[in-house]
């Protein structure tokens, strides 16, 4: 067979049902062979970064899924190469397959040459212009093992296309995928771990995506719950624990937390991090976080241990692994009597809680955005999976919404690129057609790659999008205060043909209907909840995205610091009276 039926042939003995891409010129001999193959489900994208992102969300829904995505040769892979950024910054398996000119050619600035394996190797596991036909399923094979392998990553395989034409003796029922390697603590770092744990007053456990990854979330709630540790989850953590666990503590940092997470990390005295990496937007000002506190450091990779700050215990391990050994040892110091009681410390989490929220409810015209996140706690469940990129939307919907279980917060975390969001969630509501997908932009995100939308459309991938419209860079202008400048991020204009909407701009609502999905505008506060039912409603009934768009006052400032966990500036009036925060999981108490 062909070189690339033999890729095609693997991909599917490793578990691909799914991909998503954009033919062309120099990887139509793969495309060929995926046509006659079959068994692989290919999503036609509007632009190959968009392939890239929707691969990112496949992934990202399920455990053990590998998002697959395919483009022709030069600009096509270095399209694609954001999602790879993407992608190794939140360790998430990915494969990139781009074509590539003849071999003979590389060196010859032929038609769309690039070397795409030396652009793609920093924000890779691996990447690889394959010159010899045979070798396309050792590459491949190497591929799926270097991707599940100590800390997830994607991979980028080139082929050029008289490789992939080439004949090759392979025997696809002779494939097997090679054994994964990770990782494992000992049960004499747990031991040590775990003394001094029990030795602190006031631990907390941070919980971060290394968890989700390892689908160890239950493992994770098993271990809170037998020692009694109230758990902070960090952004890519979200999910692990419940938010309306007696032991979620509430998230920690500059910008997506709570006031009640900060609250309680400043009470702490020993932090465990488990698949966390300490992320600067989590910790802020180094000397502020660490301060009087002890830490234990777990992760998948060895050189995580150590990089952002030293810990005074690291251990190397796979979360699944390391936390395995936790609850068993754990479940023998509970029942000879030795772990300390933490129901008083436990309790004061709580009391933080209730005393230290949020105000999301008003009545304001045009909306404040705290209502829109208000009223999306009333109408989606927690079977919800949210779908997010960056931006005060972002920021603001981790501060005030709701999430109960893994991969029901997917987040493009470090890298945070525009755009993401419509892409990612059509590759999560393709992984789970079934399940109730809600995506959270700004206007700005959502106007990067709208064009996906159609994607939605001719697909019938339905999700339900809320689009935030300010009609403004709204976290670029609230960084620009430090500067006392407002310069080049208002994006508000009079459409000539939409003059109903003022200066908001696009009219969004036209575009999407354009594009073949549904569209609601929303400007007042008491229809977002009807237009959220009538949402869910279209996207069932139609089998398309249907975008809810809600539209904010110009400027609102969200809660957020500059510097560290201890001086966010709450910009708006906080809540204190329960009718302030209606949706809120503590009632609230005044502090």
Known sequence: MTAARAAVEILKREGVSNAFGVPGAAINPFYAALKASGGVHHTLARHVEGASHMAEGYTRARPGNIGVCIGTSGPAGTDMITGLYSAIADSIPILCITGQAPTAVLHKEDFQAVDIASIASPVTKAATTVLEAAQVPGVFQRA?????TGRPGPVLIDLPIDVQLTEIEFDPDLYEPLPVHRPAATRKQIERALEMLNASERPLLVAGGGIINADASELLVEFAELTGVPVVPTLMGWGVIADDHELNAGMVGLQTSHRYGNANFLESDFVLGIGNRWANRHTGKLDVYTQGRTFVHVDIEPTQIGKIFAPDLGIASDAKAALELFVEVARELKAAGRLRDRSRWAASTQERRAALQRRTHFDDVPLKPQRVY??????????????????????????MLHVYRPRHWINCGQAGPLGWTIPAALGVATADPEGSVVALSGDYDFQFMLEELAVGAQHRIPYVHVLVNNSYLGLIRQAQRNFDIDFQVNLEFENLNSPEIGVYGVDHVKVVEGLGCKAIRVTEPDRLLPAFEEAKKLAAEFRVPVVVEAILERVTNIAMSGTDIASVNEFEDIATDPSHAPTAIRPIVAS
Do not use: C, D, K
Not at 375 to 399: D, H, K
């Open 144 to 148: 799926f093992h270097l991707m599940r």
């Open 374 to 399: 208000e009223e999306m706690n009333r109408a989606f469940g927690p079977e919800t999976r949210y779908v997010t990129t960056i931006g005060l939307s972002q920021i603001a919907g981790a501060q």
